[in-house]
């Protein structure tokens, strides 16, 4: 047969114990939170500063296509019959130009 003031005495001493465990995970978490906190403000500022460094420079071109003549006057033209003009092109950029495949030149009736 069992005394009930053991079983109270028990218990009191289970909830103490519950008491205490949480009172100790709120310990830990108040003195770790901080940390992770400035962590991650540490991070964030870093990755800022990281993305902000690899934009380019507002005073950078890069590559930068320049042409001799605005317009080409070829005259008045047979229609269908070829005509060729030349100009110049230079790069006045600090990058390197790169020129694909010609395009094609579309004449526009009264150009």
């Given at each position: 047969m069992s005394d009930p003031s053991i079983r109270k005495t028990q218990a009191r001493a289970m909830e103490r114990e519950r008491a205490r465990?949480?009172?100790?995970?709120?310990?830990?978490?108040?003195?770790?939170?901080?940390?992770?906190?400035?962590?991650?403000?540490?991070?964030?500022?870093?990755i800022v500063v990281f993305l902000a460094s690899n934009q380019a420079t507002p005073g950078a071109v890069g590559a930068r296509l320049q042409v001799d003549r605005e317009q080409i006057?070829?005259?008045?033209?047979?229609?269908?019959?070829?005509v060729s003009a030349t100009f110049t092109v230079?790069?006045?950029?600090?990058?390197?130009?790169?020129?694909?495949?010609?395009?094609?030149?579309?004449?526009?009736?009264?150009c």
């Open positions: 465990k949480q009172t100790g995970r709120r310990d830990t978490i108040t003195r770790v939170l901080p940390f992770g906190i400035a962590a991650a403000v540490v991070l964030f500022i870093g006057d070829l005259g008045n033209r047979i229609f269908d019959q070829p230079k790069n006045v950029g600090d990058g390197t130009l790169k020129l694909d495949v010609p395009q094609v030149a579309t004449l526009l009736e009264g």
